[in-house]
Structure formats: structure tokens, C-alpha cells
């Protein structure tokens, strides 16, 4: 309530009051408004986290590794949560994760940072929604995530010929006499 009254400081308590009850229930916890902090789970923490963040009605919001130290279980459902949660409230997000998996699922674009934090590449990606670890196009993406990253490729099952990898685009391209752009 005390970030709504900061960033919203025209409206009264009750529009605040009314407004905080809205995102609780956006995010599943209007049951839950009147727990404390330490009554809450992991999960429950970070849903209040993303209604508070949200209740100040940003134009981007800033997610940084928000569901790391997570459970596997809870993790997806947040990260199902969010997908809802953006598909109503359409604000922009940038989220940052070490996980390919969860960036494949969740982001339209990735950025692939190089040792040091240069940027290596921007990743269009492309998979249809719902996205499904169980698509082949899915493993495709992630071996081209793996590749970006610098680690080893995984070979696939059998020794058959990999997967089509979906393109990656520079983020400095040539211009039109051919030399870089800086």
C-alpha cells in the first residue's frame, strides 16, 4: 500500500486500498491479503512481489532472475502465471535468467550476453504459444541458445543430424557498404 500511495499520491487510501485488492487478486492471492511477509511461501512472496510491482503501473518492469531460488514446480506455475499476466496487462518486461529453458518460454526475444557482458546476439523467438518443452522445434532453440552461450552442444539422440536452428541476429549489423556499425 505505502509504494501505491508514493507513486499515486492522488488518489485517496480507499482508491489505493481498492487498486492493491485488484493486483492481489490478479496474481491468485486476494485470500491472502491479510497474511504478513513471514506467513507466505516462496511462490506467495513472489507473486505479491510482481502485484507490487505492478500496482505502480510501470511501462516496463525489470524481473531480475525472479524465480532462481524457486522449486521446479512452483517455478513453472509462476512462470505460466506471468505469461497470464502479461497476455491481460500487456506491460512490457524484461527478465532477466541464466535458465534457457525459462527464457524460451517465456520471452518473444533474448539477448544472449557474451563473457564480461558484451552482447553476442538478439534471438527472435519464433516458437508458437503455448510453448511446449516437448516441441521440437522447443530442443532446436535451445541447442541454438546452448551454441550462443558458448557451451558444449548437446548431440542428438541417436547421432541423427540436429535439429533446424532457428536464425540469430547480431545486434550490430553491417551497414550498407559491408562495415560494421559502432
Not at 491479510?34 to 512481489?49: D, E, F, I, T
Amino acid at each position: 500500500l505505502l509504494a501505491l500511495r508514493l507513486a499515486r499520491p492522488e488518489k485517496s487510501r480507499r482508491e489505493c486500498l481498492n487498486l492493491a485488492h485488484s493486483y492481489l487478486k490478479l496474481v491468485g492471492l486476494e485470500e491472502y491479503g491479510h497474511l504478513y511477509p513471514h506467513q507466505l511461501s516462496g511462490g506467495m512472496k513472489q507473486r505479491v512481489a510482481i502485484a507490487r510491482a505492478l500496482g505502480v503501473q510501470p511501462a516496463v518492469l525489470l524481473m531480475d532472475e525472479p524465480f532462481a531460488s524457486l522449486d521446479a514446480i512452483t517455478r513453472s506455475g509462476l512462470q505460466t502465471e506471468l505469461l497470464r499476466i502479461w497476455a491481460e496487462k500487456r506491460v512490457t518486461i524484461i527478465f532477466v535468467t541464466h535458465n534457457i529453458e525459462e527464457a524460451l518460454l517465456t520471452a518473444d526475444h533474448i539477448v544472449v550476453l557474451a563473457r564480461g557482458g558484451g552482447l553476442r546476439a538478439l534471438v527472435a523467438n519464433a516458437l508458437p504459444r503455448p510453448r511446449r518443452v516437448e516441441d521440437p522445434a522447443f530442443a532446436a532453440a535451445w541447442q541454438n541458445l546452448h551454441r550462443l552461450l558458448g557451451q558444449a552442444q548437446a548431440q542428438p539422440e541417436g547421432g541423427t543430424a540436429p535439429l533446424r536452428e532457428p536464425e540469430a541476429h547480431p545486434l550490430v549489423r553491417p551497414a550498407a557498404g559491408g562495415a560494421p556499425l559502432s
